[in-house]
């Protein structure tokens, strides 16, 4: 499956950005979706999954816990991530991947569950 991020972008702190992953050359339902994240000089971090199918399952880091949120749109074969009252330790180029729906449910937050992952988009927070 081939996945592309976009809707990165520049923000003052308290503002808002939501970012798109659309997906394409396999069955979208099939997979969990995730987005990680990598900070300047930062290991690349988890910060939301969401279950394949309906998605009625997700999960979050809990830096972003209540102000992201991860949902999915299969008609579109597309997931998104609606990030609220952005601060200035969410800079960071932002990746999504797709991966194993069972493995979601055991390990949600782990590198090695997806299997797949897109280019990156670039989310910058100004203070």
């Known amino acids: 499956v081939q996945l592309q991020a976009f809707g990165g972008g520049l923000v003052q702190a308290g503002g808002s950005l939501r970012l798109s992953c659309a997906a394409s050359?396999?069955?979208?339902?099939?997979?969990?979706m995730a987005w990680f994240r990598q900070g300047p000089g930062k290991e690349r971090e988890f910060v939301a999954a969401i279950s394949g199918w309906r998605g009625d399952s997700t999960y979050y880091a809990d830096s972003v816990k209540g102000r992201f949120t991860i949902s999915r749109d299969n008609a579109k074969n597309t997931v998104y991530l609606q990030m609220n009252s952005l601060k200035p330790e969410d800079t960071a180029v932002y990746f999504c991947?797709?991966?194993?729906?069972?493995?979601?449910?055991?390990?949600?937050?782990?590198?090695?569950?997806?299997?797949?992952w897109g280019q990156g988009t670039q989310v910058t927070v100004s203070s």
């Open positions: 050359g396999r069955t979208f339902t099939n997979y969990a």
């Open positions: 991947a797709a991966g194993s729906s069972s493995r979601y449910f055991s390990f949600p937050d782990r590198r090695a569950t997806y299997d797949y």
